[in-house]
């Protein structure tokens, strides 16, 4: 499977603990998304990468958040003392470096609930 | 602010027959439209995209157009299928052809009977 793989799938935890998502991008794709979607809504936008680069950041991205993608390849995403607002999916999406066209590819999606 | 927006949290449609899914958008730099179809559990796939040098854009039984003046786009899929039951969602972005942001809509749930 070549798509664009996250892990965990699953995520509880309490809150005030840390938790770390990773994202693998499609191997040729060199823009990385990250996106959180709440029930009842479509995602959002939380930042991106072009190759290690951080380009753009959500306001949503709270100093509690901290992403990096340090080889330009996978990338993660850190949540420090979590919130029960921090509930939400967190999805990874990837696209290649191209101007003919502008289709961002999705992972599964990391699930996260904060007790 | 919603710059998205897709009005219709559901809809219910004969297999066979035309499903029409609408989006409106307010961000008049918007020129790179999108849809994506969601099954539980899984992340968004990629269904057709159109840009806004287009009125229209055809894949199969996928057909999206758009209405820049009305800033409204529709995606049409005939014949429905059962297996098209999924949430659809409309996104937008700015400068079509480069790297940005995509701005979804909140989606609706499609529903394809027997």
């Known amino acids: 499977d070549t798509g664009v793989s996250q892990d965990p799938r699953h995520k509880i935890t309490k809150r005030g603990q840390n938790v770390t998502f990773r994202c693998d991008p499609i191997?040729?794709?060199?823009?990385l998304y990250w996106y959180r979607q709440t029930l009842g809504q479509g995602p959002e936008f939380l930042t991106y990468?072009?190759?290690?680069?951080?380009?753009?950041k959500s306001r949503l991205l709270s100093d509690r958040f901290s992403a990096e993608r340090p080889k330009g390849s996978f990338s993660t995403l850190e949540i420090q003392r979590t919130e029960q607002g921090d509930s939400a999916m967190y999805l990874c999406?990837?696209?290649?470096?191209?101007?003919?066209?502008?289709?961002?590819?999705f992972g599964p999606g990391t699930r996260l609930t904060v007790l | 602010d919603q710059q998205v927006k897709q009005n219709s949290p559901s809809l219910s449609v004969q297999e066979g027959r035309i499903s029409i899914l609408n989006c409106d958008y307010t961000n008049s730099m918007f020129d790179y439209f999108l849809w994506y179809k969601k099954y539980p559990a899984e992340g968004p796939t990629f269904l057709i995209s159109i840009s806004s040098i287009k009125d229209k854009n055809e894949d199969g039984r996928f057909t999206v157009f758009l209405n820049k003046s009305a800033k409204h786009l529709s995606l049409h899929i005939v014949p429905s299928q059962p297996g098209d039951s999924a949430v659809y969602f409309c996104?937008?972005?700015?400068?079509?052809?480069?790297?940005?942001?995509?701005?979804f809509g909140t989606g609706t749930r499609l529903q394809v009977t027997l």
């Open positions: 996104a937008a972005s700015e400068g079509a052809g480069t790297a940005s942001k995509l701005t």
């Open positions: 191997s040729e794709h060199n823009r």
């Open positions: 999406a990837s696209s290649p470096a191209s101007l003919a066209g502008f289709e961002q590819f």
């Open positions: 990468f072009q190759n290690e680069a951080q380009l753009e």
